[in-house]
């Protein structure tokens, strides 16, 4: 099965080129379903047709399911929500304002990846493509399985211990209910479903495709994005370059507009250099319907294969070295001034600009000590690269907690 991720700004036009590669992909004889995790659902505009909360056939082969986010919350959040409204029901909040406060953040896109969880294992598609919310929002969306494994590994099971422990003390004490064993089971199964989603999204089958138009602030972000998205160990596979004016024909107007994009889609090349850069042309008007995106999508991908399996390594690898081990990272088109390296127990916390991520080492890693760490250009046109020695070699750190910031000095490490 093969998994494509579409994301990009806002109105780039990634759910239109989500629909197309769907499309195309049902065209060739593939199993197709695409479905979104942006809260504005657009793919039934894309489609021309009404779409349901169960996958709807718009042609052979062809589904489009548009989350019924409800179900999906009352199945994984409605433990929880019940007890947060229960507490703020003692606090004398109005009930209506509770129920709302009580939504957890972000849960149509939440409950969408767990929807593709689902449809993923049903063994159903032989592609499934994701029609994302914008790149801040799929950014933070994609990080959350991570950080919420954290919470889950290292505080959860102390506060559920606590808790069974001292539960009518804590009442009392605190003149609010204290949650039961099925609030922590809810928040135990819906880690599970995160994770399990995060091990599908960054395995071999699955790729993100960046979207984005020939301007310089919409290219300045998805170059940006490329970098979170492999902090976050996400695998872009390609960049849709859209809405280029054609140069054939252009009167004076189009013409300025022909000539300020083509110097913008050099940048496109020299900054996504080693992926692919497809290309989709304005068009004189909007694809709308099966036919219409399927043409658009066999114009894009013109002379290669969009549903190839996904090569090469993910952006997290470790290689071995004489003494240890080297742990590398790509961060396409990084600044190494941005990039700090913290080694804090059984985790590396990187943080690049405002991002941050919690690496929890592999077993073989973690035993052992931190000697350096460099950012460097080559895979990917950069590459963090973090040294792990054995204990007993010279040359490594003092142990957990050991700060250093990553450089691009070339000498010995």
């Known amino acids: 099965m093969r998994i494509v991720l579409l994301t990009g700004k806002g109105g780039v036009g990634k759910s239109t080129l989500a ?43 062809l589904y489009v399911e548009q989350i019924d986010a409800q179900r999906r919350f009352e199945e994984s959040w409605a433990d929880v929500q019940h007890y947060l409204l229960s507490v703020l029901d003692v606090a004398g909040m109005d009930p209506v304002a509770a129920e709302e406060l009580t939504v957890l953040p972000g849960a149509e896109e939440v409950l969408a990846l767990l929807e593709l969880r689902q449809r993923a294992g049903s063994g159903e598609w032989d592609v499934i493509v994701i029609d994302c919310a914008p790149t801040a929002e799929t950014l933070r969306l994609l ?37 039961g064993q099925s609030v922590f089971d809810a928040m135990e199964r819906l880690h599970d479903e995160l994770l399990a989603v995060r091990d599908l999204l960054s395995g071999p089958d699955a790729s993100v495709r960046i979207v984005l138009t020939p301007e310089s602030v919409v290219v300045a972000e998805a170059r940006r994005s490329w970098t979170m998205l492999s902090l976050y160990g996400y695998r872009v596979d390609g960049v849709i370059a859209n809405r280029i004016f054609p140069a054939e024909g252009a009167d004076a107007w189009r013409a300025g507009w022909v000539e300020a994009q083509a110097a913008v889609l050099e940048e496109v090349e020299a900054s996504f250099a080693g992926i692919p850069v497809w290309r989709s042309v304005y068009r004189t008007g909007e694809p709308v ?7 658009l999508a066999a114009e894009v991908f013109a002379g290669s294969d969009p549903f190839a399996p996904a090569v090469g390594e993910g952006p997290f690898r470790v290689t071995r070295t004489a003494t240890g081990a080297v742990a590398h990272l790509a961060l396409p088109g990084v600044d190494a001034g941005l990039v700090d390296l913290v080694r804090h127990g059984d985790d590396l916390v990187i943080t ?21 760490a460099r950012v460097e250009p080559g895979r990917h046109q950069g590459e963090l690269q973090v040294l792990f020695v054995d204990p007993s070699a010279d040359g490594g750190d003092k142990g957990p907690g050991t700060t250093s910031r990553a450089t691009k000095t070339r000498g010995e490490r």
């Open 289 to 295: 319907g099966v036919p219409a995106l399927e043409t």
């Open 352 to 372: 690049v600009g405002s991002y941050r991520r919690l690496l929890t080492l592999p077993i073989g890693l973690a035993r052992w000590n931190v000697a350096g």
């Open 19 to 61: 629909a197309s590669t769907a499309a195309l992909a049902a065209a060739q004889g593939h199993r197709t379903l695409v479905l979104s995790t942006d809260a504005a659902h657009s793919l039934a505009d894309a489609f021309g047709v009404e779409i349901g909360s169960e996958p709807t056939e718009v042609a052979e082969r």
């Open 143 to 179: 990080a959350l399985p991570e950080a919420l494994g954290w919470y889950m590994s290292r505080i959860f099971p102390m506060q559920r211990r606590v808790v069974k422990a001292l539960n009518p003390v804590l009442s009392r004490a605190a003149g609010v209910p204290m949650p």
